[in-house]
């Protein structure tokens, strides 16, 4: 089955520097990704996602990339700020999107 | 979260007894899943329902029971809690256009 995980499993960020957080996958029959943010005590949040046909997605200060050759995606954090945060973790469907596997997660500490 | 509610946020049982965690929904979504998080483990699918009455297993399932009677309702249930059900679970809903999932904001259950 799928298997998925996080590159590192803390992240200690100074305010207003970029955050890369990173996770690995498995299946390279994988074809759609999804990042999520849980804060702490409360539920996962969707951020943004990106299907096997791109490389590269952006939304408003994140950006993810997805690299199919080594099963690598990445979540950029630009310009860090203490509202960021929180737990990050990748979500890897696959299957048709019938299969869904969930990392483990990063926990992204911002140093004002 | 917007639209889904978990009930009881919080909640402390005995080893034996049943316990009932309830899901409910305000979007009419068809997919309605419940997960559990622990550390040091990705999100994992306890079960989930395609629609009234359609449930199925996911990959932890013994020792859990689901019902679904009304589009808006999911119901967990724990026929005899063990210690190794003591968690944090999650309802999360789907629509049918796309495939990120919306999560509720969590129940934390300890059994003690």
């Known amino acids: 089955g799928e298997s998925v995980g996080l590159h590192l499993p803390t992240l200690s960020v100074q305010e207003g520097d970029n955050s890369i957080i990173n996770c690995a996958y498995s299946?390279?029959?994988?074809?759609?990704f999804i990042w999520y943010k849980q804060e702490s005590g409360k539920g996962p949040q969707f951020i943004i996602d990106i299907r096997s046909n791109m490389d590269k997605r952006q939304g408003q200060r994140v950006t993810v990339l997805l690299n199919k050759t080594v099963k690598h995606l990445s979540l950029q954090i630009a310009a860090t700020q203490p509202g960021d945060s929180a737990v990050y973790f990748c979500a890897v469907l696959s299957g048709g999107y019938q299969k869904v596997t969930f990392g483990t997660g990063t926990k992204l500490q911002v140093i004002p | 979260d917007a639209g889904i509610t978990q009930s009881p946020r919080h909640k402390v049982t005995e080893t034996g007894t049943p316990v009932t965690l309830r899901c409910h929904q305000t979007?009419?979504?068809?997919?309605m899943y419940w997960y559990r998080q622990d550390p040091g483990h990705g999100l994992r699918l306890i079960h989930y329902s395609y629609g009234v009455k359609d449930t199925d297993k996911g990959e932890v399932s013994d020792g859990y029971s689901v019902s679904r009677s009304k589009t808006e309702d999911f119901l967990l249930t724990l026929e005899s809690a063990t210690s190794s059900q003591t968690s944090v679970y999650f309802c999360?809903?789907?629509?049918?256009?796309?495939?990120?999932?919306?999560f509720g904001s969590g129940t934390r259950l300890t059994v003690v």
């Open positions: 979007e009419n979504h068809r997919y």
């Open positions: 299946n390279s029959a994988s074809d759609y």
């Open positions: 999360a809903i789907r629509t049918d256009r796309d495939f990120g999932y919306t």
